[in-house]
């Protein structure tokens, strides 16, 4: 038997620290996906930058219609974020369950990212932060 996958390996993960049995616990699901879009804003000039500089929620909400249109909005869920801590690689958006980091997304990637991904099951692999980036950096 391998690794557990995907939310499987994230109960396990957890259930492992806690020494809890997490298959005993019947999980509520309301989403089948979350995507979390950073809306955080800074002053400009700050050392960090922001992932909406302009703070209108922009990208957020190209998620939220691109969705919509699709008609999955009630099982996929575009929420806002505050800061992720990977600011100098924002726009950041990060997809859960999967746990799937984007960095210096645009409005012009919605679409792939709804058709190939949320939809399609295959991350879009130009848009990934690369593996050990997505890491907390002191403020
Ligand atoms: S401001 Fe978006 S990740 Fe920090």
Redesign the pocket.
């Known amino acids: 038997m391998g690794r557990p996958q995907g939310p499987a390996r994230t109960r396990h993960r957890i259930g492992h620290r806690l020494d809890t049995d997490w298959a005993q616990i019947n999980f509520v699901t309301f989403f089948d996906k979350h995507i979390f879009i950073?809306?955080?804003?800074?002053e400009p000039g700050h050392v960090?930058?922001?992932?909406?500089p302009a703070g209108a929620e922009a990208l957020q909400k190209a998620f939220k219609k691109a969705l919509a249109e699709r008609g999955l909005n009630r099982r996929i869920r575009a929420n806002k974020?505050?800061?992720?801590?990977?600011?100098?690689?924002?726009?950041?958006v990060v997809v859960y369950p999967e746990a799937v980091w984007y960095g210096r997304v645009t409005e012009a990637d919605v679409n792939e990212i709804i058709e190939q991904h949320i939809i399609g099951g295959t991350p879009v692999a130009r848009l990934l932060m690369p593996e050990g980036e997505a890491a907390h950096k002191p403020r």
């Open positions: 950073c809306c955080n804003r800074r960090r930058g922001c992932c909406d974020a505050g800061c992720l801590d990977q600011c100098e690689k924002g726009p950041t």
